[in-house]
């Protein structure tokens, strides 16, 4: 997505010349750091092309800081926009905002991604194999898998079943084009009929 460089704000702009983040041999989207209490500590992102990714992966390096990975979840555009505007009358960008929401939200999925995957340690082989052979698997081996790998999410598996997953805890306002993507992340491989529905109760 192209911006306007002359409309951004001087922090937006700064973010995009000067990224202090940055580590461009990086292997997956963000590297993450956490502490004992699964705080983020420090994150890096690796080197994009488009523009607005760039400055977004920057300012949620930072904006990320001290928070946990139910804190993600709850970062929204209109705090994450105050945080890139030099004053509070200017808006950071003159683009659509619906447009660079949805940038935002996939960027904030591919760091929860990359976050999950670091807790996961020697935990991600297992769940890794499992979704692989999904196909393959039964209703009760896919209740256990989903019942491991919610739990690595901190929600709770009410049901698996053919084409939902019935869970309490999940992040408010989850959308299954968000579950399918957050899947993607942490998986890299297709996930062709891995019940994408969520409905949390």
Request: aromatic content about 10%; hydrophobic content about 45%.
């Amino acid at each position: 997505m192209k911006v306007n460089l002359d409309k951004i704000s001087i922090r937006a702009k700064g973010f995009l010349e000067s990224p202090q983040y940055l580590k461009a041999d990086l292997l997956e989207d963000f590297e993450v750091e956490l502490d004992s209490s699964d705080k983020i500590l420090t994150v890096f992102h690796k080197l994009n092309s488009d523009t607005i990714e760039l400055i977004f992966s920057e300012a949620l390096a930072i904006f990320s800081r001290n928070r946990t990975e139910n804190e993600l979840w709850k970062i929204n555009f209109r705090e994450f926009e105050n945080f890139l505007r030099d004053e509070n009358h200017l808006p950071a960008f003159e683009e659509s905002s619906e447009l660079l929401e949805e940038k935002l939200i996939k960027i904030k999925i591919s760091l929860i991604a990359c976050l999950i995957k670091k807790r996961m340690k020697a935990d991600f082989a297992k769940l890794e194999e499992g979704i692989s052979h999904w196909g393959n698997l039964n209703l009760t081996s896919r209740n256990i898998w989903a019942k491991d790998f919610l739990s690595v999410l901190g929600w709770e598996l009410i049901f698996c079943n053919e084409d939902s997953l019935t869970v309490t805890k999940a992040p408010p306002g989850l959308a299954n084009e968000s579950l399918e993507f957050l899947f993607q992340k942490i998986f890299r491989q297709g996930v062709q009929g891995i019940p994408m529905k969520v409905v949390a109760v």
